[in-house]
């Protein structure tokens, strides 16, 4: 079992910077692959980014890619997301995941998600 806590979501105009931070707890958080996934109302759960057990390999959608950077401190069982050069079609609530096993962008296919954090960008 593995529980995801996100914070650093709120309000911020375009241009701008917001870090987002998922701290898991769980014995097997260094064997699951994270993601960050986000949502606004009426739309599906969209692919953000994830990154691999140890880090090194990280996957971004076409839409994020250049802006946000994800990171993971295993050693603190958390999960980053920076994310710069903000929009406002980035407003969403973001929400974190975790599975065991190679990367996916599929968010049925992982089973572990925390509660979402609100992300809003003013134009």
């Known amino acids: 079992q593995v529980q995801l806590v996100e914070s650093g979501g709120g309000l911020v105009q375009a241009g701008g910077s917001l870090r987002l931070s998922c701290a898991a707890s769980g014995r097997t958080f260094g064997n699951c692959h994270m993601g960050w996934f986000r949502q606004v109302p009426g739309k599906e759960r969209e692919f953000v980014a994830s990154i691999s057990t140890s880090g090194y390999l990280k996957y971004y959608s076409d839409s994020v890619k250049g802006r946000f950077t994800i990171s993971r401190d295993n050693a603190n069982n958390t999960v980053y997301l920076q994310m710069i050069s903000l929009k406002p079609e980035d407003t969403a609530v973001f929400y974190c995941?975790?599975?065991?096993?190679?990367?996916?962008?599929?968010?049925?296919?992982?089973?572990?998600w925390g509660q979402g954090t609100q992300v809003t960008v003013s134009s």
């Open positions: 995941a975790a599975r065991l096993g190679s990367r996916s962008v599929v968010p049925a296919e992982y089973p572990y």
